[in-house]
């Protein structure tokens, strides 16, 4: 015999002492890996685009609310934050358009994904309506701040008109007393 042969009698000999070994492994495997896959629940991917709003601006055109890029920054900070610990969840925020925004969430459950992005578009609703607030308040200041300048010059003509008016009558008295003495 030479001792660098491989004898397949004695490997095959191995292999059916060990059938048992092989056989229990093998089911073993396969049943957990049915269990893992019956028991496991699926992902779900749900999605939602958005668009930002706009706003009329005082000389009658329209501007957004807000920048997406100044949005998406937001968002990612509210996301990473994950106060109170809301998201359990994979939640990607992307920028489509300048005025489309992607919000996506991934969980194993569908009510879940639901209020992750319900929870997002409140949140920037309640931003954009602050927003709003702030510009249309700058509007009104604007505009009030017309309307007094506007009734500054409308008593600044007065007053020239008054004056002249009084100077007239003041002029027509002295006519007046110059012809009754003469």
Request: net charge positive.
């Amino acid at each position: 015999h030479i001792e660098n042969e491989i004898d397949l009698r004695e490997i095959f000999k191995i292999l059916i002492d060990a059938k048992k070994l092989i056989i229990s492994t093998t089911l073993i495997l396969v049943i957990a890996s049915i269990i893992i896959f019956v028991f496991q629940k699926p992902l779900i991917k749900t999605s939602t685009l958005l668009e930002i709003g706009y706003i009329e601006n005082v000389d009658g055109g329209q501007d957004l609310i807000e920048v997406s890029k100044n949005l998406l920054s937001n968002l990612r900070v509210v996301a990473l934050k994950n106060e109170d610990n809301r998201f359990n969840q994979t939640i990607l925020i992307s920028r489509v358009e300048d005025k489309l925004i992607k919000l996506v969430t991934t969980s194993n459950s569908e009510k879940l994904n639901e209020n992750a992005l319900t929870e997002m578009i409140n949140y920037i609703v309640e931003r954009h309506s602050k927003f709003s607030t702030i510009k249309l308040e700058k509007k009104k200041n604007l505009i009030h701040m017309k309307i007094k300048s506007i009734e500054s010059e409308l008593s600044f003509v007065k007053s020239k008109l008054s004056e002249k008016n009084q100077s007239s009558i003041i002029a027509m008295i002295v006519d007046l007393n110059q012809r009754r003495t003469a």
